[in-house]
């Protein structure tokens, strides 16, 4: 497809459990960001690719939370032994990674519920 | 600690009204300031951006304000429809690394 794409559109999870969301980005794009979107909330940000590269991952709330990017393309968010509070929208977006732009091309999320 | 605040929360507008939403930024390095818009369900979208060095910029109906002195700016909508209801972020950020920092949104809704 065209677009950002994220996998899956939903999971729901017992508390305790890992999940891995996957993201893949719009070919030739090669800055990622991972988003997280809690009811009502604004979006906050978590971590940001370049290539396969992380330099910025000053948002990731816990040392449960990891992600990495593999070839310069796809993504996975991985949260270990997962909470109720991790409940929310994850939204991937890419971009061409050409000086600031600032135009983000989002998918449309995975929706995780922590029960 | 917050870097974009928005207001209002949410926002109900008679058809054919102006739809104002207004955001403020502590950050003096920012250097780009766009909105993006987001329907239920989807991932928001790039609506319209500006960078300090205007005061205003405009799209058909959308508008951005800019005011570098108060750091703040603002989304206008004019003669708003019903199909412009949606949540509506402010966003701001620096460098070159396209790291967006958004304010906490906007919910509108435009009434027929």
């Known amino acids: 497809g065209a677009g950002v794409s994220q996998s899956p559109s939903n999971k729901v999870t017992e508390k305790g459990k890992d999940v891995e969301l996957r993201c893949d980005p719009i070919s030739g794009h090669t800055a990622l960001y991972w988003y997280r979107q809690s009811l009502g909330q604004g979006l906050e940000f978590l971590i940001y690719?370049?290539?396969?590269?992380?330099?910025?991952k000053s948002g990731l709330p816990s040392d449960r939370f990891s992600a990495e990017r593999t070839g310069g393309s796809v993504s996975t968010l991985t949260i270990q032994r997962t909470q109720q509070e991790d409940s929310a929208v994850y939204l991937c977006a890419s971009s061409t990674g050409h000086a600031n732009t600032g135009e983000l091309f989002f998918g449309e999320g995975s929706r995780l519920t922590v029960l | 600690q917050q870097q974009v605040k928005q207001s209002p929360q949410s926002l109900i507008v008679q058809k054919g009204g102006i739809s104002i939403i207004n955001c403020a930024y502590e950050?003096?390095?920012?250097?780009?300031f766009p909105w993006y818009q987001q329907f239920p369900g989807k991932g928001p979208a790039l609506l319209i951006a500006i960078r300090p060095d205007v005061s205003e910029k405009k799209e058909g109906r959308f508008t951005i304000s800019f005011n570098k002195s108060a750091k703040q700016f603002s989304l206008h909508i004019m003669d708003s429809q019903p199909g412009d209801s949606a949540t509506y972020f402010c966003a701001a950020s620096k460098g070159n690394t396209g790291k967006l920092i958004f304010g906490q949104g906007t919910t509108l809704q435009v009434k027929p």
């Open positions: 690719f370049q290539g396969n590269s992380a330099p910025d």
């Open positions: 950050n003096t390095a920012f250097d780009y």
